[in-house]
């Protein structure tokens, strides 16, 4: 099998038997802000419109399209794996509850093209029979005094995580290195002009150059910072020139 | 500085002029699934009773003890390093805005101890000067056509992506090797059964090694599957026997 598409076009959000219009509302919202294609609902308890369409914001679309099933079977039907989600962690005997993270569910969705992420009811979560139908199980970690995420919470880091996984890049674009070493030259400039010995000189310079590099400028930072350099060595250099 | 404390411990979670008093009360809730120590609300514009209290759920008391500021100056106070959100990313230009993702912040959280992460209104987010306040602007990666995640699902995404850094470990315990090559002792007992030839067999034992391995099963499920390949191994044994 041959993977397609663009990872969260891959998934299918299965909400079963939500209860609350406000988390049904809230991932219309998600399903639309990391471009998921398929929801679909078993027997919801929440009705889908009031406080679901005012939490759904700009995508009362998403939520007027979903697809409302009688079964876990019938949502499950023409997907190639089904992944359902539960914070409560089996011991070793109980397999049913050995769970794989979210940062492993970005690598199994890479590899499949249709995925179901199934997500149970807010008070109860899904029963062991639903968690026996679902191929694998994930947990989302966190505090063990605490670890039940409220449902919309959870819908959305997963969602988040497989959206990174294929636009980890940066947000913005980084400054060329041109840029980088002539804000170097004036800075090399400046600190001749203080007369330091080599040795502090060196010192200053190695500072400089390191937290400019890791500070993975934008464009528009760096050329700021140029801005500044370049006006402080003129002034330098005037003043220099008067004394 | 030495930085100290578990990660989602240093943070500081604070909410200039939250409207929606279901966003405040998940996002109390939030905060004790993630471990997070303060919660600072500069302004509430929401109630902090009624759907705030019954969205904390068991984080009451979160809600109860949350740090009531009348400014952001004064929600920012003792912080070694502050980082605010926003989903509009400005051109090369607009400097404010040239944001960091949410996986580096948990590099930055790594080596302070006190960081506040601040969050704007539903309806308007942050205004230029409150970013301005700010020492880095953090953006969370999402569809271009509606960026714009609900504040709670916001501050969520980035408290889990602070809490994983730290326990991004395996949540079950993965089988030892001893179990796994006694798995692979019976299977390769079974395949001698087959009578392949040489090169099939090697290749159905490459195969069944290979997916073995690659699914870090727990020790649970490698103790079941080692009671199946034995049970398999004995009872092809007496069928030949039989014949």
Same mark, same amino acid.
């Given at each position: 099998?041959?993977?397609?598409?663009?990872?969260?076009?891959?998934?299918?959000?299965?909400?079963?038997?939500?209860?609350?219009?406000?988390?049904?509302?809230?991932?219309?919202?998600?399903?639309?802000?990391?471009?998921?294609?398929?929801?679909?609902?078993?027997?919801?308890?929440?009705?889908?419109?009031?406080?679901?369409?005012?939490?759904?914001?700009?995508?009362?679309?998403?939520?007027?399209?979903?697809?409302?099933?009688?079964?876990?079977?019938?949502?499950?039907?023409?997907?190639?794996?089904?992944?359902?989600?539960?914070?409560?962690?089996?011991?070793?005997?109980?397999?049913?509850?050995?769970?794989?993270?979210?940062?492993?569910? #970005?690598?199994?969705?890479?590899?499949?093209? =249709?995925?179901?992420? !199934?997500?149970? +009811? /807010?008070?109860? $979560?899904?029963?062991?029979?639903?968690?026996?139908?679902?191929?694998?199980?994930?947990?989302?970690?966190?505090?063990?005094?605490?670890?039940?995420?409220?449902?919309?919470?959870?819908?959305?880091?997963?969602?988040?995580?497989?959206?990174?996984?294929?636009?980890?890049?940066?947000?913005?674009?980084?400054?060329?290195?041109?840029?980088?070493?002539?804000?170097?030259?004036?800075?090399?400039?400046?600190?001749?002009?203080?007369?330091?010995?080599?040795?502090?000189?060196?010192?200053?310079?190695?500072?400089?150059?390191?937290?400019?590099?890791?500070?993975?400028?934008?464009?528009?930072? #760096?050329?700021?910072?140029?801005?500044?350099? =370049?006006?402080?060595? !003129?002034?330098? +250099? /005037?003043?220099? $020139?008067?004394?």
């Amino acid at each position: 099998m041959r993977a397609h598409g663009s990872l969260t076009e891959r998934l299918r959000v299965v909400l079963v038997e939500p209860e609350g219009e406000v988390n049904v509302g809230s991932i219309a919202r998600l399903i639309k802000n990391f471009g998921v294609r398929e929801f679909y609902i078993v027997n919801p308890k929440a009705k889908l419109s009031g406080k679901a369409r005012e939490f759904a914001a700009k995508a009362i679309d998403v939520l007027e399209k979903a697809v409302i099933c009688s079964s876990l079977d019938e949502a499950l039907k023409d997907v190639d794996v089904s992944i359902c989600t539960s914070a409560i962690v089996g011991g070793s005997r109980d397999v049913l509850r050995h769970p794989i993270t979210p940062k492993e569910l #970005a690598n199994i969705v890479a590899r499949y093209s =249709r995925i179901a992420l !199934v997500f149970g +009811r /807010e008070s109860t $979560g899904l029963t062991r029979d639903e968690i026996g139908k679902c191929d694998l199980l994930l947990t989302i970690p966190a505090n063990p005094e605490y670890p039940t995420l409220n449902l919309s919470n959870a819908v959305g880091i997963l969602l988040y995580e497989v959206y990174v996984a294929e636009h980890a890049s940066p947000l913005y674009e980084v400054a060329d290195r041109n840029v980088l070493e002539l804000i170097m030259k004036y800075v090399e400039d400046i600190v001749r002009v203080f007369n330091e010995d080599e040795r502090k000189a060196s010192r200053i310079l190695v500072s400089f150059r390191r937290i400019l590099y890791k500070s993975l400028p934008s464009i528009g930072e #760096a050329y700021n910072l140029l801005y500044l350099v =370049r006006k402080i060595d !003129v002034m330098l +250099r /005037e003043c220099k $020139g008067k004394r």
